[in-house]
């Protein structure tokens, strides 16, 4: 039987988990180490389709700064982080940006959108 050894990140507590494949169970694993459900759901997860919350800046043109915060309103697949990096570098958005307005729409086909994290107004 295939196990994993993952660190929940979900809380501060980081649980060690390990991760089992189960033909038995509905969804084909079963997760050790966890102190909430939280746990068993991130274990599954990580082993299945790991996602991250993307946050970086974007460059912004009209503004007092020339970088706005930026963050992806879900879990991105891992495999795709760079690539979706790649393109948040090439963008320029322009003066004025309201917080939660979306800077790339559905970005690489994932159904998760890049919004602007802080207002910045035209300067
Ligand atoms: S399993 Fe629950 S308690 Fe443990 S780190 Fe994850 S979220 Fe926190």
């Given at each position: 039987m295939k196990g994993y050894e993952k660190i929940c990140i979900?809380?501060?507590?980081?649980c060690k988990l390990t991760i089992k494949e189960d033909p038995k169970s509905d969804d084909g694993y079963i997760v050790e180490g966890?102190?909430?459900p939280r746990g068993e759901i991130y274990g599954k997860k990580e082993v299945t389709n790991p996602t991250r919350v993307l946050t970086t800046t974007a460059k912004i043109v009209?503004?007092?700064?020339n970088r706005i915060p930026v963050i992806s309103n879900d879990g991105l697949p891992k495999d795709k982080l760079f690539k979706c990096m790649e393109i948040i570098n090439s963008l320029e958005v322009s003066a004025p940006i309201k917080l939660g307005?979306?800077?790339?729409?559905?970005i690489m086909g994932t159904g998760v959108d890049i919004v602007a994290s802080r207002s910045m107004e035209k300067y």
């Open positions: 979900v809380c501060p507590i980081g966890n102190n909430c009209g503004a007092h700064l307005d979306v800077v790339v729409e559905n």
